[in-house]
């Protein structure tokens, strides 16, 4: 399940307020803003003048003073304001740009630290270390070094622990170096872990494999992935999205003991907000419909087979002159395509089948699909990439909204006690795709928990109060024991919805 986490939350001693959701955007941060049991604050910032005017003096003496005096680290405190690009006007990372011999640590995000490392660079995995040699008569701080663990979960102390630490050293390069390289590469290394929450649909797609593309995807395909806590199963799963990232086989950091040579590198992965993309932030302004189209063709090879291999099993069943008739030409109107990705244990839809004849009875043509942790991601793309609406309950699988064509709708049922992460996991970044986003928040009455609580019970009554428990309550109560029975009458008015939305769209051209 999606392990749901608000930044800078808070548990404040007993007897005193929970502060919780405790996140300045960069609108708010002109004002500040707090929220404490679910009302918000605000309180003006108002900085006195003379405290401004020392500010602003005392910054640009800083950015000046290196170069009036000759110093060459002037552009370093530029770029620790963030790089600007100047092609497209983008700001890219702390430590976008280093020079030769240079390890470079961005540090600054919550969620994710990435280390940069350009010249003679050199693997040794039984150390869990990288190297960098520098010659003799180069400057900097040889002998010193960075540590980092390169997964995206940075604030999650729980899980970081599990991540192996990796250490990266600045040393003097002489003539009898021992560390000799058995493997010369010619293009750059990314270096990322496999482990953590991988094995959830929504953490191997948002942690992993969105970051990977948002990282590596300005080289091109001239880049090796370097990765840790290997798993093969993994590596089957993505391997067509990854053959669209690079070039060349990955390696396995902790099994390939080998002394891998690298002319650059990059040790983390980074990452912008939940399963979607910063354009700002990108080099040539690549945004998440860009990697929808990675998508696109990482799945059509696959999917263009199941279709033949669809159609000759037809033509072996059938008759010729039912063969024949297959091949006729079908001028009815089609019927927009429904997908229901169903669920099975916590959170299914009991009704499911009655919700599949209302769909039919409204105009849909419905498929039910549902997926299992051995299901072909290219099945579940070809389903959803053919679809005109997905419905789904808040989960995990949600994060296959990515897999529907911008501009189709999507409708996700959201239980009891997730409606924070629904919309922050799921909502918000399917409306960034370009999704129709419809959020149906079911009543205390559609919850299998009214059979179970009083209804003046405050897990039926003010769920929020009972998640500001801890993330322990949430899941042993609304994610591991609630299931829903819709309430088709009030559920149909979004059907409606979807299908004249569509509808719409259609007789305008929007859609192809």
Not at 212 to 227: D, E, G, M, P, R
Not at 267 to 277: P, S, W
Not at 359 to 385: C, D, M, S
Request: charged share 25%; hydrophobic share 35%.
């Amino acid at each position: 399940m999606v392990h749901h986490q608000r930044y800078y939350c808070q548990n404040m001693k007993k007897g005193e307020n929970f502060v919780k959701n405790f996140i300045i955007s960069d609108e708010e941060s002109q004002i500040g803003l707090l929220s404490i049991n679910g009302s918000y604050f605000k309180r003006a910032i108002r900085p006195k003048l003379l405290t401004f005017l020392f500010l602003s003096l005392l910054s640009c003496s800083l950015i000046w003073t290196p170069q009036l005096f000759g110093f060459p680290s002037t552009f370093s405190l530029l770029y620790s304001l963030g790089a600007e690009n100047d092609d497209m006007g983008s700001k890219l990372p702390l430590c976008s740009y280093v020079s030769n011999g240079t390890i470079c640590c961005d540090r600054s995000s919550i969620r994710t630290d990435v280390c940069y490392m350009k010249g003679d660079i050199r693997t040794h995995s039984s150390t869990s270390s990288i190297f960098l040699y520098t010659q003799n008569d180069q400057k900097g701080s040889l002998g010193e070094g960075e540590k980092v663990r390169p997964y995206t979960r940075k604030w999650e102390s729980s899980v970081m622990n599990t991540i192996e630490e990796l250490s990266l050293v600045s040393k003097h390069k002489t003539s009898n170096s021992q560390h000799k390289c058995d493997v010369v590469h010619d293009v750059p290394a990314v270096f990322f872990s496999t482990g953590g929450y991988t094995g959830n649909v929504y953490h191997e797609f948002n942690d992993g494999i969105v970051p990977l593309y948002i990282t590596s995807q300005h080289f091109k395909k001239k880049v090796v992935f370097v990765i840790l806590e290997y798993h093969d199963w993994w590596l089957t799963k993505y391997g067509d999205i990854l053959s669209h990232l690079t070039d060349y086989p990955p390696i396995d950091f902790n099994g390939d003991n080998r002394t891998h040579c690298f002319p650059e590198t990059i040790v983390g992965l980074n990452i912008h907000d939940e399963l979607t993309i910063d354009q700002s932030l990108m080099r040539e302004n690549k945004s998440i419909r860009d990697f929808r189209n990675i998508l696109d063709r990482a799945y059509l090879p696959r999917i263009t087979d199941l279709i033949l291999d669809e159609e000759r099993e037809k033509q072996v069943s059938q008759s010729p002159s039912s063969t024949t008739a297959l091949l006729e030409y079908d001028d009815s109107p089609k019927k927009p395509k429904l997908v229901i990705l169903s669920r099975s244990g916590s959170r299914a839809i009991l009704n499911e089948d009655s919700l599949v004849k209302l769909a039919e009875k409204i105009g849909f043509q419905v498929e039910v699909v549902r997926p299992e942790r051995t299901t072909e991601l290219a099945k579940i793309y070809r389903a959803l990439n053919s679809s005109d609406v997905m419905i789904g309950v808040h989960g995990a699988a949600m994060t296959h909204f990515l897999f529907v064509k911008p501009s189709r709708v999507f409708i996700q049922v959201v239980p009891l006690g997730t409606d924070w992460a629904a919309q922050t996991y799921y909502g918000d970044p399917a409306m960034k795709l370009g999704l129709k986003y419809i959020g149906y928040k079911i009543l205390p009455k559609e919850s299998s928990l009214h059979d179970d609580y009083d209804i003046t019970d405050p897990v039926l009554s003010d769920p929020d109060s009972v998640n500001a428990k801890g993330w322990e309550y949430t899941k042993r109560i609304y994610l591991d024991k609630q299931n829903v029975k819709l309430d088709l009458r009030r559920f149909k008015k979004r059907l409606v919805h979807a299908y004249d939305y569509l509808a719409l769209r259609k007789i305008r051209g929007s859609l192809s």
